[in-house]
């Protein structure tokens, strides 16, 4: 597929890695429907990509607001050929920790976010691209999520975080194969230590240490990197079924 004749849902795509995806975009041709939580700052992006975007409010865990986001942006791109979910939540925190276990909640929150939101954009967006006219290899949709290299090497405090991700791998096959007689491919990636506004926010100092962590480039990922990645995958048809790690070789420690 040409980015140029992109028409994509982001979700998470008002910052970060999903607004990195956003502005690659934008940037080649392509239309974008951001679906995000956070107002202010999709005022200000949807003021920097201009017409090529519009931005919906939706909780990607509610099923009635993700069908009514997705038709939306089905109308607003005249369509849709690219789903790319980035919204995610961390849930941090230990099992046990010192004053109690873990509520329950924190941990079907972080699920429910990350892996049931992203199931739930998915087979939304999948309805819509298996409407679409396929192409000269019968394409007609590219569904990409992001999962997390935790998925592989969870730390200590990341149960919650590393269980939503791991769901996200093991679901891309079974969809993949699913999908194939629609003409949709079903990719993830799995970044390593990227800097997002989450990261962005702690000390200079620890930056330094999660760069100097990564093998080679001893450096934090770039946003940037992770949307070439997204955008390689959309163009390169042979691609799908399978979880790419972007991580410049770094295994996560325990702790």
């Given at each position: 597929?040409e980015?140029?004749?992109?028409?994509a849902?982001?979700?998470?795509?008002?910052?970060?890695?999903?607004l990195?995806?956003?502005?690659?975009?934008?940037?080649?041709?392509?239309?974008?429907?951001?679906?995000?939580?956070?107002d202010?700052?999709?005022?200000?992006v949807?003021?920097?990509?201009g017409?090529?975007?519009?931005?919906?409010?939706?909780?990607v865990s509610?099923?009635?607001e993700?069908?009514h986001?997705?038709?939306?942006a089905?109308?607003?791109?005249d369509?849709?050929?690219v789903?790319?979910?980035?919204?995610?939540v961390?849930?941090?925190?230990?099992?046990l920790?010192?004053?109690?276990?873990?509520?329950l909640e924190?941990?079907?929150?972080t699920?429910q976010?990350n892996?049931?939101?992203s199931?739930?954009?998915?087979?939304?967006?999948?309805?819509?691209?298996a409407?679409?006219?396929p192409n000269?290899?019968?394409?007609r949709?590219v569904?990409?999520?992001?999962?997390s290299?935790?998925?592989y090497?969870?730390?200590?405090?990341?149960?919650?975080?590393s269980a939503?991700k791991?769901?996200?791998?093991?679901?891309i096959?079974?969809m993949?194969?699913e999908?194939?007689?629609?003409g949709i491919r079903?990719m993830?990636?799995?970044?390593?230590?990227?800097?997002?506004?989450?990261?962005?926010?702690?000390p200079?100092e620890?930056?330094q240490?999660l760069?100097?962590?990564v093998?080679?480039?001893?450096r934090l990922?770039q946003?940037?990197?992770?949307?070439?990645?997204?955008?390689?995958i959309?163009?390169?048809?042979?691609?799908?079924?399978t979880?790419?790690?972007?991580?410049?070789?770094?295994?996560?420690?325990?702790?």
């Open positions: 597929m980015i140029s004749s992109v028409k849902v982001i979700t998470g795509g008002v910052s970060g890695l999903g990195a995806v956003a502005r690659h975009f934008v940037a080649a041709g392509g239309r974008v429907a951001l679906i995000d939580i956070d202010e700052k999709a005022a200000a949807i003021a920097e990509l017409e090529a975007s519009t931005y919906i409010r939706a909780d509610n099923e009635s993700i069908e986001a997705i038709s939306a089905s109308k607003y791109c369509g849709i050929n789903l790319v979910n980035c919204a995610g961390l849930g941090p925190g230990r099992v920790g010192r004053e109690a276990p873990m509520p924190v941990f079907s929150r699920v976010i892996l049931v939101g199931f739930n954009v998915a087979k939304a967006a999948a309805a819509v691209m409407e679409n006219q000269e290899d019968g394409e949709g569904i990409i999520s992001t999962a290299i935790a998925a090497e969870g730390q200590i405090g990341q149960a919650a975080y939503s791991g769901g996200i791998v093991g679901m096959l079974p993949a194969r999908f194939t007689r629609f079903v993830a990636i799995a970044p390593g230590i990227f800097h997002t506004p989450m990261v962005d926010s702690l200079e620890i930056q240490a760069g100097n962590s093998p080679f480039p001893k990922g946003p940037v990197e992770f949307s070439s990645l997204v955008a390689h959309v163009e390169n048809t042979y691609l799908n079924g979880t790419l790690r972007l991580d410049g070789a770094v295994r996560l420690e325990p702790k």
